[in-house]
């Protein structure tokens, strides 16, 4: 009786619990070029999507950081979609039920969530902020978690479209009677970030109704301590009524939650799952968690990662080891110093891979063990003005090509100093020369580079900050064009300032240019984006093919107003196609706000529904503290009235300027007599005997889309609708 008793409880508590793993900075892509450690990133991840099938959870959070580069390359997409597919597709429903607004949530074509779509079998949903390394870029502004969203196989949420004006809204699910409101925050450049939580331009939403009973969940991905002033997120920025925040960046695994009095929430640091450097924090052992919620009570299940290449760090100072104390004092002990330093790696080597045959299976135990990563650092600074000679790092290092992964760097070498830099002429400090051996590229933030470089030159027309941030996309991200845009993009910007100034004498350019200069590093800095070039409308005869992009030419730059208006003015004349004649194209309108699908997948049923007319709503804010019936928002009347689609009629020439109407009767008139030529004066019946009459070419205009069948009615007036448009 007890044990019917349990079982039925213990069923009661599942039905209301929320089961999520958690994890964070996954990169897969890593070093993928290198022959032994190329497919660690990517067999971490699968481990960590098979846990999650394994062990039955109802979603997945990922803390940003999927990808290692931002343009990943065709076999890391290829792996994590095969490992998503995989373990994500399968005919369990999920028992999540979204409650919010889900075009507030998810951008895009495919504004909802998988699971809820009618044509994709989702089990275990998966929901995924970017970091800094897969953040959106280039043309289109689109990330690699976007291919992975419109395919279905993961929701991207918590974008941060305007870094100067951030409102976060919660993904509302629920599960029996466990509400959880999901915050997400992707990455956003921390210097950036903190003077807009400064500012308090950083707005968070709630539930409208019963906001305790809600658990709030957050995950961020920022640098989680004070590496500089205003180069982190503090946690006391974050709001006081969340319960849990995910903090993704930060490689260094603080699986255990822990509790910040101050904000009465808690913070669980997961970590990443491959080492991306040899530091300290990379060395501890690497979890992820679940993590089940039950009303507003959380647990937290650790689970360690056996894929993970083992890695074993250990720091020395050549002066405390008994052993070689005295060697710094004699002559030719390279060897000896050599044979000592070899021993310690071989203890390091022999604890890692015993480490590892401690976490895996019985099964697994007969694999042979990957080769680990090794790190000995060593403070080789000699007391009393003796020296320690030392072997050359790379060729120490190349003495164990068959025991380690990392063959080029297992040993590092460094000088403590009383002083790590040095003044030049310009009052600059200047790192010393060890100092700058020890810094890995990884480390180093390329604008820093670049804003210490460019201080001691006296630019003119570039902007300094923008500058930087330009040689970051280049470098960091891949973007071939972002030099020659960003020189592109400045000179344009400075040929408009000085056409818009009325007069001015030669002497008064440089003032004119720095004047210039200053705007636009002050927009950078303020807006955290270089003003983007408008582009007038590529011309028909232009070939990208041969002649290279238009948006990549200088003539394609609007440089005045004049120029902006004109082009506003004109319509942009397609080329022809097949036999109809060249079409005039008005720029169109922007789209109306979709409405969120009905939910009609596998039997769920649409909890809050909101009118998608209305794109100002009222929305409830954390500071409100009023209680409504529905969530995020407030009905209230559309805020515009539904425009009547008018009625089908004949099409007539659109108007433009001046010069369009003989460019267009030109068109017409060769389109017309080719057609005249072409086709019989009389009215030739139809195959299926409808005996229609065929319209008269000189009262209607003849559109691409004629052909021997008539048009429908409703395609017939959208077209006539865009015309008028």
Not at 144 to 160: C, E, H, I, K, P
Not at 305 to 320: G, H, N, Y
Not at 561 to 569: C, I, K, L, Y
Not at 593 to 622: F, H, L, N, Q, T
Request: proline share 6%; aromatic share 6%.
């Amino acid at each position: 009786m007890t044990t019917l008793l349990d079982s039925s409880i213990n069923s009661a508590v599942a039905a209301d619990t929320i089961r999520i793993l958690v994890a964070t900075d996954s990169h897969v892509g890593y070093n993928e070029r290198d022959h032994i450690r190329g497919d660690d990133s990517w067999k971490s991840f699968h481990e960590v999507m098979c846990l999650a099938k394994d062990r039955d959870v109802d979603m997945v959070l990922l803390g940003g950081d999927l990808f290692h580069e931002n343009k990943p390359s065709r076999k890391s997409m290829y792996q994590v979609m095969r490992s998503l597919r995989m373990n994500c597709l399968g005919d369990k429903p999920c028992q999540l039920e979204v409650l919010s607004d889900m075009t507030e949530n998810f951008q895009g074509a495919f504004n909802h969530v998988n699971y809820e779509d009618p044509d994709i079998n989702i089990s275990m949903p998966v929901f995924s902020i970017h970091g800094n390394h897969d953040d959106p870029s280039g043309e289109g502004h689109f990330a690699a978690l976007d291919l992975l969203q419109v395919s279905g196989l993961v929701n991207y949420f918590g974008r941060t479209p305007e870094s100067d004006n951030i409102q976060i809204k919660p993904v509302l699910l629920q599960k029996g009677n466990t509400k959880l409101a999901l915050y997400g925050m992707s990455n956003v450049r921390d210097e950036r970030l903190f003077r807009t939580f400064r500012d308090g331009k950083v707005k968070f939403f709630q539930p409208g109704t019963q906001k305790e009973d809600w658990f709030n969940l957050m995950t961020v991905h920022q640098n989680h301590h004070s590496y500089t002033e205003t180069g982190y997120l503090p946690e006391n920025f974050l709001p006081e009524f969340l319960d849990l925040v995910i903090w993704g960046h930060e490689h260094e695994c603080l699986i255990d939650p822990k509790y910040n009095p101050e904000m009465n929430f808690h913070v669980m640091q997961p970590g990443s799952s491959v080492a991306t450097s040899l530091m300290p924090g990379e060395a501890v052992p690497k979890h992820v968690a679940i993590l089940s919620l039950t009303g507003r009570d959380f647990k937290v299940e650790p689970i360690r990662l056996k894929t993970i290449r083992p890695f074993k760090m250990k720091e020395i100072v050549l002066a405390d080891e008994k052993e070689i104390k005295n060697l710094a004092k004699r002559q030719d002990h390279r060897a000896e110093l050599t044979r000592y330093l070899m021993g310690i790696v071989d203890e390091l080597i022999d604890e890692a891979i015993e480490e590892w045959r401690e976490i895996q299976d019985e099964d697994e135990l007969e694999e042979e063990p990957p080769k680990p990563l090794i790190r000995l650092r060593v403070e080789f600074s000699a007391p009393g003005g003796g020296h320690y000679d030392c072997e050359n790092p790379q060729r120490f290092s190349n003495r164990f090509v068959e025991k380690v992964a990392n063959t080029n760097d297992i040993i590092q070498f460094y000088c403590k100093k009383s002083s790590t830099s040095r003044k030049v002429n310009n009052a600059a400090e200047i790192p010393e020369e060890s100092v700058l051996a020890q810094l890995a590229i990884d480390s180093v933030r390329i604008e820093k580079l670049v804003r210490e470089f460019l201080e001691a030159q006296n630019l003119t027309i570039l902007p300094q900050n923008s500058f930087g941030d330009a040689v970051s996309e280049f470098v960091d991200k891949g973007e071939t064009h972002a030099m020659e845009n960003f020189v592109t993009d400045s000179l344009v910007n400075q040929h408009k300032h000085l056409m818009s100034l009325d007069q001015t004498e030669e002497e008064d350019l440089s003032a004119a240019w720095e004047q210039n200069r200053l705007a636009e590093e002050a927009h950078f800095a303020q807006n955290g984006k270089r003003t983007m070039r408008k582009v007038k409308p590529k011309p028909i005869t232009w070939d990208s093919d041969d002649d290279g992009h238009w948006a990549d030419q200088p003539i394609a730059a609007i440089v005045s107003e004049d120029d902006e208006q004109a082009d506003d003015d004109d319509d942009v004349v397609a080329p022809a196609k097949g036999r109809g004649k060249a079409a005039t194209v008005k720029k169109a309108a922007a789209p109306a706000k979709k409405a969120a699908p009905a939910k009609g997948g596998r039997g769920r049923k649409k909890v809050v529904e909101e009118e998608s007319e209305d794109e100002d709503e009222d929305i409830v804010m954390v500071d409100s503290g009023e209680e409504d019936s529905s969530l995020f928002v407030k009905p209230s009347a559309p805020s515009r009235a539904t425009t009547k689609k008018p009625a089908p009629r004949k099409a007539s020439p659109v108007k433009r300027a001046p010069a369009a109407p003989r460019r267009r009767a030109a068109a017409k008139s060769q389109t017309q007599s080719r057609l005249d030529f072409s086709q019989p004066s009389f009215s030739q019946p139809k195959a299926n005997g409808a005996g229609k009459k065929m319209k008269d070419l000189s009262d209607d205009e003849i559109d691409d889309d004629d052909d021997a069948f008539e048009p429908a009615p409703s395609s017939a007036t959208v077209r006539s609708t865009r015309s008028r448009r």
